[in-house]
């Protein structure tokens, strides 16, 4: 290696070996590895077990050439793996054998070298560690209360790089040239800051400013330099923006805030007038709103906390985790209204804990996206002013620039397991390794993901590479912020795709601009049908590469018959797959307009029912109160299979129950009726109500048609009909419907297992994001002799597709089917 060192190399402790007692190796590492701290701790263990040599990052992963005695060198490839950072994530160390040196004295980390195909890629933003808190709020450290303290073991990652290798002069703060103190930490090996891109401090670093929300400062401080570091106070920076900020919250305002990857939309969180003026102002009239609080005891307070619970809000990432309300809490009961969960999470960033050490500071601070309803993030200062100046009534801004936006991450706790519904900040872009045993190496790609909770997917060497968190591709700003972060992690692995994948729909934004993307690099598009992507994803995540049974159930998806499916049973490999089963199909009047009125969906449960069930007086009462001329239009479309497709839609059927038991008849937002569905009977659980009489009511009925098994639903909207009438309680009948779709679908796939070797399951699409769905499926199937797997990481709903997609396009490449196809 000819790189010119950065420092001075640093003697071993003892002489070297003779040479020929000696051996080299060469070591490439891969992983999650640049940004985290691995060069130093390579370099204290090297020293540590007497080898010598060096350390680069390179975009071929991290480079260690390692010269000692065999026995020495065995110590410390073994140590590289079991003693390594927290953080690190070792792929793989691919060595070889390297020439001895005998001038070679000591260990030294070399400058990062580039290469035209990157295999590493930068890390995620890691949450405050432990160590940087307490020296914020340490009065003595020289770091005391400052807004972007950080170290290798924590901060911006992801959101301030602009290229590979992560060095800073290739982030955003490049603009902030380190004081002598922040260089010395920076070049000392032995420091905590070693090699820390964003290492600053209040004389060299970025700072806070408050803002009117016309864009007016309302506190400039004097100017300062590093030459009298002595005489410069950093409480007139940072001490007014954090008091106003706090004294605005405590008045009811809302106060935009900057944050690592975007802006929040902050109010006091039991503050329900604050908590409506922000529904008003941001035009969300329901849809629920996150919450951060101080610490663990704080949340404790308001919401049930479990020990997998606590062990995911204090994980690195820090995301929110939907946590159960206690009914004692003080918090706006606007903030979730109809939901039996609260989204909640911990201080991530040093402002967010210096807010709350602020005197005066809410106990719980809504921190929700900083964006119009529909629109991506806000990133830049002026572009928050411009889209967030009707909303918000102060700014707390700063000055280090976003280079890609970032959501924050949502977990669920499902059998005693986190599980990501939203996979973004503290996650992405964090690799899946693909193509594992099937000795095949998959092209440069793009998967383009779906609709709604779009990711894309970039693979590069057998890597799939998952976005973070776009949002629904429902306007031009949203397919802006989607080319936009396509092009980021493009150029950071320096990749041209030779392949683009599609869902099968031909409507979706995001395969549009798959379309045109194949057009304009003239290479092969292949397109892929929704639900065999989605078990794909969960097959990918687990490593398994045998043929799989797959039930998926979510809202919506093209199927390979032009029909829309969305509660299926499929036989699938990581190429193919075969329909089997699904839900008795359901009239869908209006399309997509039936997903945002449910009570469509219940007529259409009650015309599949019989005629009879559509009689005004045997109407349930919640659908007497549509209006006579509304019913009779929905009911010709029905009838006449006007505007009207079929659909096996388990969301959907989610969607006629939430209307016929008078939960939802109108849907603000994607999902609302299942979820306030599911909330209802977590309600009848906890009561304890006719837990073992409801299996006794009503059967499971499946039936052949087609060559497929159907699991009928008329009997059941047939019983619930009957039950309503009689005046059987809704919170009793919803979960009567949760238990009646388990047993459905675990008689179906018994039905099928009679005749297929397959004894493993993947469950996947949006409803496996409800908790009674997926512990109930997984207890009944593991109870049949089936292993089940579901996603964890990567999510089952459509922020899981492009993982799905990447995997089944890049293999069918390989195989020589690349083809316009499904």
Not at 105 to 117: D, M, N, V, W, Y
């Amino acid at each position: 290696m000819t790189d010119l060192a950065y420092g001075e190399a640093f003697p071993h402790s003892t002489p070297p070996l003779e040479i020929q007692e000696r051996k080299a190796l060469e070591l490439v590492v891969h992983g999650v590895i640049q940004g985290v701290g691995f060069r130093p701790f390579v370099y204290r263990l090297a020293k540590k077990v007497e080898v010598c040599g060096s350390i680069a990052n390179t975009s071929q992963g991290v480079v260690i050439l390692a010269e000692g005695a065999p026995a020495d060198l065995d110590r410390f490839i073994h140590a590289l793996t079991s003693e390594a950072p927290p953080l690190a994530r070792i792929t793989s160390i691919r060595q070889q054998e390297a020439s001895c040196d005998g001038d070679r004295r000591g260990f030294t980390i070399l400058q990062s070298r580039a290469s035209s195909t990157p295999s590493t890629m930068v890390p995620a933003d890691i949450a405050l560690c432990d160590d940087c808190r307490q020296e914020l709020l340490d009065p003595a450290d020289r770091r005391y209360r400052y807004p972007f303290i950080n170290c290798t073991n924590c901060g911006p990652r992801f959101t301030i790089v602009e290229s590979i290798p992560y060095d800073r002069p290739s982030t955003s703060m490049a603009p902030f040239p380190m004081c002598a103190a922040c260089q010395a930490e920076y070049d000392n090996p032995d420091n905590r800051r070693f090699h820390a891109q964003p290492n600053a401090c209040h004389i060299c670093g970025p700072q806070i400013s408050w803002h009117a929300r016309t864009g007016e400062q309302l506190f400039s401080p004097e100017p300062h330099t590093d030459t009298d570091p002595v005489s410069f106070d950093p409480g007139q920076v940072n001490e007014y923006p954090l008091a106003e900020t706090i004294r605005a919250l405590n008045d009811g305002l809302i106060v935009a805030i900057r944050g690592i990857g975007g802006f929040h939309l902050v109010v006091d969180a039991s503050s329900e007038a604050a908590v409506t003026r922000l529904r008003q102002r941001k035009h969300r009239k329901s849809k629920p709103l996150a919450v951060m609080m101080a610490d663990l005891d704080m949340i404790d307070s308001f919401c049930h906390l479990t020990p997998a619970a606590s062990q995911a809000l204090t994980s690195p990432a820090h995301p929110i985790v939907l946590l159960t309300r206690r009914e004692s809490s003080q918090l706006a009961p606007s903030l979730a209204p109809g939901m039996g969960e609260l989204g909640v999470m911990l201080p991530y960033t040093p402002l967010h804990h210096l807010l709350f050490a602020t005197a005066g500071c809410p106990t719980s601070l809504v921190m929700t996206s900083g964006n119009n309803t529909g629109e991506p993030l806000c990133t830049g200062n002026q572009e928050a002013i411009s889209r967030l100046g009707t909303i918000a009534d102060f700014f707390l801004l700063h000055n280090r620039e976003i280079v890609t936006r970032i959501d924050d991450s949502v977990l669920r706790v499902m059998q005693e397991r986190p599980r990501c519904l939203r996979r973004a900040r503290g996650f992405a872009p964090g690799s899946v390794a693909v193509a594992h045993d099937l000795q095949a190496t998959l092209p440069p790609l793009l998967a383009c993901g779906s609709a709604q909770k779009n990711t894309f997917c970039l693979v590069q060497e057998n890597k799939a590479y998952v976005s973070q968190h776009i949002g629904d591709m429902v306007n031009i700003e949203s397919l802006d912020f989607f080319k936009e972060s396509i092009y980021h992690v493009q150029t950071m692995l320096k990749l041209t795709p030779q392949l683009i994948v599609c869902d099968l729909h031909p409507d979706y934004l995001s395969s549009g601009y798959g379309r045109e993307l194949a057009d304009e690099l003239n290479v092969p598009r292949i397109l892929v049908q929704h639900h065999h992507a989605h078990a794909v994803a969960v097959m990918a995540e687990h490593g398994l590469k045998d043929p799989v049974l797959a039930i998926v159930l979510d809202g919506t998806g093209l199927g390979a018959d032009g029909t829309i499916w969305g509660g299926e049973i499929l036989e699938v490999s990581l190429t193919d797959f075969t329909r089997l089963g699904c839900l008795d199909p359901l009239a869908l009047p209006g399309g997509d307009a039936a997903a945002h009125q449910p009570w469509r969906m219940g007529l259409a449960a009650l015309h599949h029912a019989g005629e009879e069930a559509l009689v005004h007086s045997d109407l349930p009462v919640s659908l007497q109160g549509i209006a006579d001329d509304k019913r009779a239009a929905i009911l010709t479309m029905i009838r006449t299979h006007l505007n009207t497709p079929m659909t096996s839609s388990c969301g959907r059927l989610f969607d006629a129950v939430a209307a016929l038991l008078g939960v939802r008849l109108e849907s603000e937002f994607e999902g609302q009726a299942a979820m306030e569905l599911e909330a209802l009977s977590v309600s009848a659980g906890n009561k304890g109500e006719r837990a073992d009489e409801a299996r006794e009511s009503w059967s499971a009925e499946i039936s052949r048609r087609d060559g497929l098994v159907i699991i009928e639903n008329k009997p059941f909207i047939r019983w619930m009909l009957h039950e309503i009438q009689q005046g059987t309680p809704a919170v009793t009948l919803a979960m009567d419907f949760h238990r009646w779709l388990i047993a459905g679908f675990a008689c179906a796939v018994q039905q099928i297992a009679a005749t297929s070797p397959i004894r493993t399951i993947v469950l996947s699409g949006g409803c496996l994001q409800n908790r009674i769905i997926m512990e109930g499926l997984f207890q009944a199937l593991e109870e049949n002799g089936f292993q089940v797997y579901t996603g964890e990481e990567i999510p089952v709903n459509d922020g899981g597709i492009s993982l799905g997609q990447a995997v089944i396009g890049g293999l069918r490449y390989v195989s020589g089917s690349a083809h316009e196809g499904y």
